[in-house]
């Protein structure tokens, strides 16, 4: 074992500029072929001491600079992580078992602009100023940084939510304690390592690794950490408003989605039939923001679901390596399993399996037999009130239903705790306005899906989150503000 042990990748906490080893380890595994790859520190109450005391440590020095001189530093790191944008696009995908592809084309390329993006924004912003000439007084705001940000972030997306959390916070001049997930801390550590040669001073960004109830916990309940940003389950995010609320801690929350796709029969399904699949099965199914209840009108409904379901069972699954696979195998054994008894209690509750689980056979290469895998999976005749239309299944498996009328699906869409993202497929302009009005969603997209404008608010409502994330949204969040009122 010695050997075997030899050849995997050890992590190590990242603490007021160091790497520090831990005393004990958890393993990873490599989603597609089923093997542990790597070992990933088991931190607790003592790292997250550490490195909450050097993040303090590092707060005047970095909170005093100018925004132009965090600003340039934060280019800088971005400039370093686009350089090895290769080497991070491998390591996601091996790491949490996304195609490729997905990850040279959205994975890295997102997390260096988060870096771009609050580079630039913490340039532009305006503090407010009112006068009362009656008084002969005048009001102004100041924005200070708060201390030090807790942020958690999760599996999915590992380096692309981590940096939109740490972004943000290091431009306003807060200092950092991160914990990213324990499935998926290899993009986070190898970021680690850029991070002095960017300029970011020791302290301001520490990372420490470990699980969600021991050093997650121990960072939500340290008295010196007065906010925290989390992306991940509603669960969670329950026992962390629990345990933060003796420290009225600021929270910033966000959470799952039931996410809707409501197709009517004057959409063009040439686009919405491709964007559709994407938002049902990109990467895995395994985002936030992925469509899993698709609700069209009745007189597209056949014509829908037989393009649909022909163009599903061409998506390629296999070795996320594979340039050419269209999707490649989700985060654990254990996910694997809940996202597949999703789909047999649908079918114990009469649905159709139209495609992919149970219905199609899988051929994987020789090397992924033991890997994670699933195939994009359709669903139609599921009634409303099922678990798999009213839960986050959070896989490769969405539900086609049918309906009638623009109040009907509106009702229907709006009839799940959830409220992240909603998609309208519709050539009526005047519907497409009416129908986003009125769905109880953070986000509407129309006509496509997942197009961001990162200056706009970002967030969901009802059990799918606290709090927008943007430019002005993030800014308002990792910063305190002050009224001064001066007579004269």
């Not at 679901?305 to 296999?318: D, I, P, Q």
């Not at 009213?390 to 490769?396: D, T």
Request: net charge neutral.
């Amino acid at each position: 074992t010695m050997a075997h042990s030899k050849a995997l990748l050890v992590l190590e906490n990242f603490i007021a500029g160091k790497f520090v080893p831990c005393s004990s380890y958890i393993d990873s595994y490599n989603p597609s072929t089923g093997e542990v790859y790597c070992r990933v520190p088991d931190s607790g109450k003592e790292e997250m001491e550490a490195a909450v005391k050097a993040a303090k440590a590092a707060f005047p020095v970095w909170s005093s600079k100018s925004p132009l001189e965090r600003s340039q530093i934060l280019n800088k790191l971005a400039d370093l992580i686009e350089h090895d944008l290769e080497a991070f696009a491998q390591a996601e995908s091996k790491d949490q078992g996304k195609t490729i592809t997905f990850a040279r084309t959205v994975d890295i390329p997102r997390a260096v602009y988060n870096f771009r993006f609050f580079a630039s924004s913490i340039l532009h912003h305006t503090t407010e100023c009112t006068e009362m000439a009656t008084m002969g007084c005048m009001h102004y705001t100041s924005r200070a940084p708060v201390g030090v940000a807790g942020l958690i972030s999760p599996w999915n997306l590992p380096l692309y939510l981590l940096t939109w959390k740490i972004a943000p916070a290091i431009a306003c001049g807060n200092t950092v304690v991160a914990k990213p997930s324990e499935m998926t801390s290899v993009t986070a550590w190898m970021m680690c390592k850029l991070l002095e040669k960017a300029g970011v001073p020791h302290g301001v960004v520490n990372v420490v690794f470990g699980t969600g109830t021991k050093v997650g916990e121990a960072l939500v309940c340290h008295p010196d950490v007065p906010l925290i940003s989390f992306t991940g389950s509603t669960l969670t995010a329950q026992q962390i408003t629990e345990k933060s609320a003796p420290h009225c801690k600021r929270l910033s929350l966000e959470l799952g989605g039931k996410n809707p796709a409501i197709i009517f029969d004057d959409a063009d399904l040439t686009q919405c039939i491709p964007t559709t699949l994407r938002s049902s099965f990109a990467n895995q199914g395994e985002i936030c923001l992925c469509t899993s209840r698709i609700f069209v009108q009745r007189g597209i409904y056949s014509e829908f679901l037989k393009r649909f379901v022909a163009e599903a069972k061409k998506w390629k699954v296999g070795n996320p390596s594979d340039p050419t696979v269209d999707m490649g195998a989700l985060i654990s054994k254990e996910h694997l399993e809940k996202v597949r008894s999703y789909v047999k209690k649908a079918q114990g509750e009469g649905a159709r399996v139209l495609c992919g689980e149970g219905v199609d056979s899988l051929a994987l290469p020789t090397g992924n037999q033991k890997g994670y895998f699933m195939l994009p999976t359709v669903i139609a005749e599921v009634k409303d009130e099922s678990c798999c239309m009213q839960e986050e299944i959070f896989g490769p498996v969405t539900c086609v239903v049918a309906f009638d009328t623009e109040e009907e699906v509106i009702e229907r869409a709006n009839s799940v705790k959830y409220g992240l993202a909603a998609t309208v497929w519709s050539s009526n302009v005047g519907r497409v306005h009416r129908v986003a009005q009125r769905l109880q969603s953070g986000l509407v997209w129309t006509n496509c899906w997942l197009v961001r404008d990162l200056n706009l608010p970002f967030g969901g409502v009802k059990a799918s989150g606290i709090g927008r994330e943007g430019a002005k949204d993030s800014y308002e969040f990792f910063t305190e503000v002050k009224t001064i009122t001066i007579k004269h």
